[in-house]
Structures are given as C-alpha cells and as structure tokens.
C-alpha cells in the first residue's frame, strides 16, 4: 500500500471524491445548526473558485493509495506571506492513521516554496478531529479555548513556518479574528 502525494486541481476527477465526501461531512455534521444543510455547504464548497488553489499563489494536493483517492487539502492566498489551509480531508474509514499530518506537510513545504512563511486557518466547531490535528502538527490556536468551541463558530489556528514555536509572528492574524468577532 503506497501513498503519493499528486500536485492537481479540484477539477481533476481524482478530487470528486475528495470534494463529495466534504460536502457530505458538512452538511451532516452541521444540520442542526443549517436548515438548509446541504446547500450551505454546497455554497460554502463552492464559494472560492479552483482557480485561487494553483500555483503560484495556491495549491492543491490529494493523497492516492493503489489508485483511489484517501486524502488531500489544498491552500490559497490569505496575503503576501500567509497562505491559507482548506479542505483538509481523508477518507472516514482511512482516519488516524496519518494521512491528514502527510496533507498538512505537503501543504506547508509548497507553502515555503511558494515564498510564504505563515498558514493560517478556521475549521468548525464540531470538528474536533480537526482541532486535535492542527494542535498536533505545531498550529497554535487565535481563539481563546477556554471559551465553548460553538461560542467562536470558527476556530483560527496560525502557524509560523520559519519559527513554528514563535506565535507573536501571527499576532496580526489574532487582531484580524478579534475584528471578524465584532462585526
């Protein structure tokens, strides 16, 4: 069973996969809170065009293990030195078993290729697999976590690729969270 990581585009019939299970997982996961779940996730899925995911300012990557599809992610541009992480994913009966932590790295070496120094993020708040995984792999939190996860809706996580143990880099990135807050 080997697992290589392919450099695509959401548009690759590869990805459909990838992109109906997202949608799937966000709907379900947040139905409750959605009356119309599965087209507020298919706007959310839809709302940034293919296009902002490839290079030179984005990138898009997927997980094949012996010709399907497990995992993948993708980054765009969230300014001159900070890219930002969506739609990390893996196959739901594929999970703990790494292959999230291998889409986050892959991500973050084009990052630095690509001249960013900086990722940062938002995951929902009934996605605690997700916040598990970004505590994991270095991603400090821009929220405060003492606070109910459903209170902030979208937890922000920031990492500094130069320096991941130095978080005062990303303090503009929490500013940026408290504005959002306010609005």
């Known amino acids: ?3 290589i990581v392919v450099d695509t585009t959401p548009h690759d019939p590869r990805a459909k996969p990838l992109l109906d ?9 947040y139905e409750e809170y959605r009356k ?4 507020a996730a298919a706007q959310e899925m839809a709302r940034y065009p ?3 995911f490839a290079p030179p300012h984005g990138a898009f990557v997927l997980l094949i293990r012996d010709g399907e ?4 992610g993708a980054f765009k541009r969230y300014d001159a030195r900070t890219a930002e992480l969506k739609r990390i994913w893996t196959r739901d009966d594929l999970r703990r078993q790494g292959l999230a ?3 986050v790295e892959a991500l973050e070496e084009r990052a630095l290729s690509q001249g960013y120094t900086r990722i940062y ?3 929902g708040f009934k996605q605690p697999e997700a916040w598990a995984l970004y505590e994991r792999t270095g991603y400090a939190s821009l929220f405060d976590p003492a606070l109910p996860p459903e209170v902030h809706v979208q937890l922000r996580y920031g990492k500094d690729l130069l320096a991941p143990q130095r978080i005062d880099t990303l303090d503009d990135l929490r500013a940026q969270d408290a504005t959002l807050a306010a609005r």
Do not use: H, I, K
């Not at 119309?36 to 087209?39: I, K, M, P, R």
């Open 1 to 3: 069973m080997s697992t």
């Open 36 to 39: 119309d779940g599965g087209a």
């Open 69 to 72: 599809t497990v995992g993948g």
């Open 21 to 29: 299970a997202l949608l799937f997982e966000y709907a379900s996961r």
């Open 121 to 123: 993020l938002t995951t």
């Open 101 to 103: 932590r291998q889409v």
């Open 50 to 52: 293919a296009e902002l």
